[in-house]
């Protein structure tokens, strides 16, 4: 049995094939348009990502300040009164004879944007204690997720 392989003209090597007849690529302006809309739908997911974080960041900050309140109301338990600072749940004072820590740790201590909590004894907020950060700007005040949040809300 004799097997013939057909070549149907073609040339041995790496050879170009040639465009069907009617056939043609992307235009500049097409390819210019697609990158402009691509860009577009790229910055619209960026804002909303970026935006979804600050949400989060600022939930995670109204969980955490109960959870601290939670840590100075059993440090008030064991020694009579709250801290005078925020750093006696993570070191014993002097005069707290009956400290029971550490109550926290060290990065229990920062807010989730980093920066430390603000503890103020006597609170004036109608509590024995304020604890509150100053929010995603770090300074006091602010809105949306800049706003204050704080143990009293």
Sequence with gaps: MNIQKSNHGMRRGNVMPTPRAGARGFSLIEILIVMALI??????????VAGGRQKGLYNAARTQVQQVSGKIEEYALDVGSPPETIDALL???????????????AKD???PWGSPWQYRAPGEHDNEYDLWSFGADKKEGGEKFNKDIGNWE
């Design 39 to 48: 860009a577009v739908v790229g910055g619209m997911v960026a804002r909303n």
């Design 109 to 111: 201590l920062k807010d």
């Design 91 to 105: 070191t014993a004072p002097s005069d707290a004879s009956n400290w029971n820590g550490p109550y926290v740790k």
